[in-house]
């Protein structure tokens, strides 16, 4: 597939091996809107689907990779817009139903989507990577981070334990992963570096370089020996329960996420504001 733009993605390739797919919202921090999801999905699809191309990288335009999902409507496009990847349906249903279909669709198998694409991913990552902003990079094979990168999951503040692909415990030990969730902290590079989410820190000015360097020498392999390796990581996660924990884990995070409604009069974390309470104080700025 030639280089090209899709309406929030820069696809273009660094080698005829090696395709970088941009997010380009940087006047919204690369905020996850529908559209944003869609499009990803388009493009690692095309990169996936290109059988020269034997890596893909992930990264966004601007100072920061991701700042999570957009709550203050993106882009403006809507379920109707696009046909399902997933399974579910029924996605403008009133209570849970229809916020669980949504989820489902959008964030958990659109990420255990990604997550299966054969061939190998690098996540490049600067600035701040909040909540949903996590997924994109948990579900790449590599990331890598420039020294000002910093990781934060605030999500617990409404209730709800963690962003809906719950990773935590695999990307940084269950120990951290605690600390990083009830206290709602910033990740260092370093310490994301130290408890193993991160493979490379490097000054953010040689951040793309580096990436790239490595994208080539993992391209020199053949492309069915990447595949089987990264299948064989896969499939030895899976058998140590991630995806069912994955599973378990996305109910309660419908239930709690469904409870903040109820409890907060059918308002949702994405008000007409675009900003939510923060127990505790203070208004959340839309991220
Ligand atoms: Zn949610």
Redesign the pocket.
């Known amino acids: 597939m030639p280089d090209q733009a899709f309406k929030t993605v820069l696809y273009t390739h660094v080698t005829p091996e090696i395709v970088r797919v941009r997010m380009n919202r940087p006047e919204a921090r690369n905020a996850q809107d529908l559209q944003l999801t869609r499009d990803l999905n388009d493009a690692f699809d095309a990169a996936n689907q290109d059988d020269n191309v034997k890596v893909i990288i992930l990264s966004g335009e601007g100072p920061h990779f991701s700042s999570g999902?957009d709550m203050r409507g993106g882009t403006g496009a809507v379920f109707a817009d696009f046909r399902p990847v997933g399974t579910w349906a029924n996605f403008d249903a009133p209570g849970a139903e229809g916020?669980m279909a949504r989820?489902e669709e959008i964030?958990l198998q659109m990420c255990r989507r990604w997550r299966n694409i054969p061939k190998p991913m690098i996540a490049e990552v600067q600035g701040k990577t909040i909540a949903g902003g996590l997924m994109l990079a948990w579900v790449c094979d590599i990331i890598i981070a420039a020294d000002d990168a910093e990781f934060r999951d605030l999500?617990v503040s409404w209730g709800?334990p963690g962003?809906?692909y719950f990773a935590h415990p695999w990307e940084m030990g269950h120990r951290k992963a605690r600390q990083f969730l009830y206290t709602g902290d910033w990740l260092s590079a370093k310490d994301a570096y130290r408890v193993g989410m991160v493979n490379e820190i490097v000054p953010a000015a040689e951040l793309s370089q580096f990436t790239e360097d490595m994208a080539r020498k993992i391209a020199e392999k053949p492309l069915f020996g990447l595949k089987m390796t990264k299948e064989a990581i896969n499939q030895t996660l899976d058998a140590q329960g991630q995806w069912n924990a994955m599973q378990t884990v996305f109910v309660m995070?419908?239930l709690a996420?469904t409870h903040w409604r109820e409890v907060n009069h059918g308002r949702g974390?994405y008000t007409a504001e675009g900003a939510a309470p923060v127990p505790g104080g203070g208004a959340r700025k839309p991220e």
Request: without cysteine; negative net charge; charged residues 15%.
């Open positions: 999902h916020a989820e964030y999500v709800i962003v809906e995070h419908t996420h974390l």
